[in-house]
């Protein structure tokens, strides 16, 4: 069985937590995810950004929905000022916000319309919110933190308002191919998938659609789908589905074989279940 080849980075211990960084020096990423969500605002500069084979020309004012799980990367080029914030976010603290699931709604949508980025527009005040919540963090005082909690709720509303009505930046130009794909697996990671059946079902030579979809995204089918399921699955899992269900509902036809994957990945067995994020 082939290696994963990209990896979780980044923990989150609060509720959310956020960054300003203005930089030009580059560190080179790979390919990677998080369990938890996370808002990229840019500021000021230039920089690109690739989420599940989407790539983005951002610019000033852009902000980029990284859903928990999703596969991304900055692609900054040497030298390029950067300025940017980012905002982790626990989504069982989401969801735990007054309206619930809807508050989570942004990070799904982009996940299943593989539109990932949006631009910031006057008078929606998500620009001013996150220099509010900024500045709550920073000052300090009587009531900090339940102002920066207020404020937090504030901007998520913001922005799936914003969201909601649409409008989202287009990716320029990839592999419509590998798109194709990754939007495939994305919604029938349940089914049985093999590298013959998609190759057939996109016209493709097995070998030539392997290394199309590697050229693009850096992994390989198998480490995506592999990864994807279990991710699905520490999900369910966490919100109380049992471990038989769990197995089938992520594609595995047998608990033994999910087992030993699960345990792999995450370094225990399922029935220990994962804290909630």
């Known amino acids: 069985m082939e290696p994963l080849q990209y990896e979780q980075r980044g923990y989150l211990h609060e509720n959310f937590r956020l960054f300003h960084l203005a930089d030009n020096a580059r560190e080179t990423f790979s390919f990677h995810y998080h369990t938890f969500h996370k808002i990229i605002f840019l500021l000021a500069g230039r920089a690109d950004y690739a989420v599940e084979g989407e790539h983005y020309h951002l610019q000033s004012g852009d902000c980029v929905l990284v859903g928990r799980g999703s596969i991304h990367r900055p692609e900054v ?14 989504p069982s603290y989401l969801r735990s916000l007054p309206g619930g699931e809807e508050m989570d709604e942004c990070f799904a949508l982009a996940q299943q ?6 631009r910031v527009a006057a008078g929606d005040g998500i620009r001013e919110l996150f220099g ?19 404020l937090f709720a504030q901007l998520m509303v913001a922005v799936n308002r914003r969201v909601l009505r649409g409008d989202s930046v287009d990716a320029h130009a990839g592999d419509t ?20 059946d998609l ?6 030579s097995k070998y030539h659609m392997m290394r199309r979809f590697r050229a693009e995204t850096g992994y390989s089918i198998h480490s995506y789908v592999t990864e994807k399921r279990l991710l699905l699955a520490q999900q369910l899992l966490q919100s109380g589905a049992s471990l038989t269900d769990t197995a089938e509902r992520c594609g595995y036809q047998d608990y033994s074989t999910f087992s030993r994957a699960y345990k792999k990945r995450f370094g225990c067995a399922p029935s220990r279940r994962p804290a909630r994020e």
Not at 113 to 118: D, E, K, L, S, T
Request: glycine share 10%; net charge negative.
């Open 77 to 90: 080029a040497d030298g390029d000022f950067y300025e940017r914030m980012i905002l982790y976010i626990s």
């Open 113 to 118: 319309q593989f539109r990932y980025v949006f």
């Open 132 to 150: 509010k919540l900024e500045r709550a963090g920073v000052e300090g005082g009587f009531g900090s933190a339940l102002l920066q909690e207020a």
């Open 177 to 196: 191919k590998v798109l194709d794909i990754l939007h495939y697996l994305n919604t029938h990671l349940t089914d049985p998938l093999s590298i013959d």
């Open 199 to 204: 190759a057939g079902r996109f016209y493709l």
